[in-house]
């Protein structure tokens, strides 16, 4: 399994971006994935995650009402969209991925991409 990610980059203060996973692998539906954020100096966080139908989604409160999260398990991809951007969301933005039909935020993940860099100026 590979994850890269894209669609990182630098926004002003209530701007958006689109990141992108792109899933290679056998049985792409079959993994819950998620994107994990880990600022200069802090713990990663899991701010959001998607069951493999697509059907369950979590987010952390820091970003809920901002950030979606969604998947195509047609193109392999998972997205999360990411509006009204505050400087503390500056990170780096991992994907990452576990094969779970049951995958709750408490789980771990076992693949993981390279991470996209997210800088939000004030």
């Known amino acids: 399994v590979q994850l890269v990610e894209s669609g990182g980059g630098l926004v002003q203060a209530g701007g958006s971006l689109r990141l992108s996973c792109e899933f290679s692998?056998?049985?792409?539906?079959?993994?819950?994935v998620g994107w994990v954020r880990q600022a200069p100096g802090t713990e990663r966080e899991v701010v959001a995650g998607?069951?493999?139908?697509?059907?369950?989604?979590y987010y952390s409160d820091s970003v809920k009402g901002r950030f979606t999260v969604s998947r195509n398990n047609t193109s392999n991809r998972v997205f999360l969209q990411m509006n009204s951007l505050k400087p503390e969301d500056t990170a780096v933005y991992y994907c990452a991925a576990e094969l779970s039909l049951k995958w709750t935020p408490g789980d771990s993940f076992n693949f993981w991409g390279q991470g996209t860099h997210v800088t939000v100026e004030s």
């Open positions: 692998g056998y049985l792409f539906s079959s993994y819950a």
């Open positions: 998607i069951r493999w139908s697509g059907g369950g989604t």
